[in-house]
C-alpha cells in the first residue's frame, strides 16, 4: 500500500486528486494540506511515502516545501505538480530534491503510473517534458560546441601571438649579443694590429742593431792599410801574395756576414706573415 498525502491550497485540486486516488487499489490517501505547515504536522503523526506538493502556494512554496521535506523527513518522496512546463522551474523542482514533476493538465492514468514510478524509486516526468528539456539539452550542447570552438580559435590565437612576441624577443637578445660578440672581435683585432706593430717595430729595431754592431765589428776588424804598404814595400813577393790572401779573406767574411744578416730579415718577415695569416684562420 503506497500511503499519499496531498498539499495544495486549491480544494478543486485536492479534490481531483482524491477521486483519482481512492480508485486505485494500492494507493492510501492519508490526507489533505492547504499550505506546507499543515503538511509537516501530518508528516509528524503519519507515515507517508509520496507527497504531492503545489507548486504555487500562499506562504510558503512548493519548492521550499520539498527541500524541508527532503531535510526532515528524507524517506519520503515528493512530485510537484504544476501549472508551468519551463526548463527553470523543472530545474528548480530537481534541485529541491523532487522525484517528479507532473502538470495539472496531466491525467489520471499519467498521474496514477508516476506515483507507481516514483514509488520504486525512479524519477519521472509528465508526458512531453522530458523531450522539452532534451531539446533544450541538445541546443545546449551545440552552443556549448561553438562556445567550444570559439574559445579553441581564441586559445589557438592566443597561443600565436605569444609566440611571435617570444620570437621578437628571442630575436632582439640575439641581435644584441651578435653586436656584443661583433664589438669583441673588432676589440681582439685591434688588440693583434697593435701587437702585430709593435713586434714588426722591436724586429727591425733589433735587425737595426745587430747590423750596427757587425758594423762596427767589421771596422775594427779592418787592417791598416797603410801599414799593409809599408809591409809590403819592406816584405818580398811572398809575404805580400800572404797579406794579399789574407785582406781578400777578410772580404769574404764580410759579404758572408752581409749575406746572412739579409737571410734573418727575410726570415724575420716570414715568420710575421706566418703569424698574421694564422691569427687570422683563429679568429674567424
Known amino acids: 500500500m503506497i500511503k499519499i498525502l496531498i498539499v495544495d491550497d486549491q480544494n478543486f485540486t485536492r479534490q481531483a486528486l482524491r477521486v483519482i486516488l481512492e480508485t486505485e487499489v494500492d494507493f492510501e490517501l492519508v490526507g489533505q494540506a492547504t499550505n506546507g505547515i499543515e503538511a509537516f504536522e501530518y508528516l ?3 507515515d507517508v511515502d509520496v507527497t504531492i506538493v503545489d507548486l504555487e502556494m500562499p506562504g510558503m512554496d512548493g519548492l521550499t516545501v520539498t527541500k524541508m521535506l527532503g ?11 504544476s501549472t508551468h512546463d519551463d526548463e527553470e522551474n523543472i530545474n528548480a523542482a530537481v534541485e529541491a530534491g523532487a522525484r517528479g514533476y507532473l502538470l495539472k493538465s496531466t491525467s489520471a492514468k499519467e498521474i496514477v503510473d508516476t506515483i507507481r514510478a516514483v514509488q520504486r524509486g525512479y524519477f519521472q516526468l509528465g508526458p512531453g517534458l522530458f523531450e522539452k528539456l532534451l531539446s533544450r539539452l541538445i541546443n545546449d550542447k551545440e552552443q556549448a560546441s561553438e562556445n567550444l570552438s570559439q574559445l579553441e580559435n581564441n586559445y589557438i590565437q592566443t597561443m600565436n601571438n605569444l609566440e611571435k612576441k617570444i620570437l621578437l624577443r628571442h630575436e632582439a637578445e640575439r641581435q644584441e649579443l651578435y653586436q656584443e660578440m661583433e664589438l669583441q672581435i673588432n676589440n681582439l683585432k685591434q688588440d693583434f694590429r697593435n701587437g702585430l706593430e709593435n713586434f714588426q717595430h722591436q724586429v727591425s729595431q733589433q735587425l737595426q742593431s745587430g747590423l750596427e754592431a757587425a758594423n762596427i765589428r767589421f771596422q775594427d776588424s779592418m787592417p791598416n792599410t797603410h801599414e799593409i804598404e809599408m809591409q809590403i814595400d819592406s816584405r818580398n813577393l811572398d809575404q805580400q801574395r800572404y797579406i794579399n790572401t789574407l785582406f781578400a779573406g777578410n772580404k769574404q767574411s764580410i759579404k758572408k756576414l ?5 737571410s734573418m730579415r727575410y726570415f724575420v718577415i716570414f715568420l710575421s706573415i706566418v703569424f698574421v695569416t694564422v691569427s687570422m684562420l683563429l679568429l674567424y
Open 71 to 81: 531535510e526532515r523527513f528524507p524517506n519520503t518522496k515528493v512530485v510537484i505538480l
Open 44 to 46: 509528524e503523526k503519519t
Open 258 to 262: 752581409e749575406h746572412q744578416i739579409n
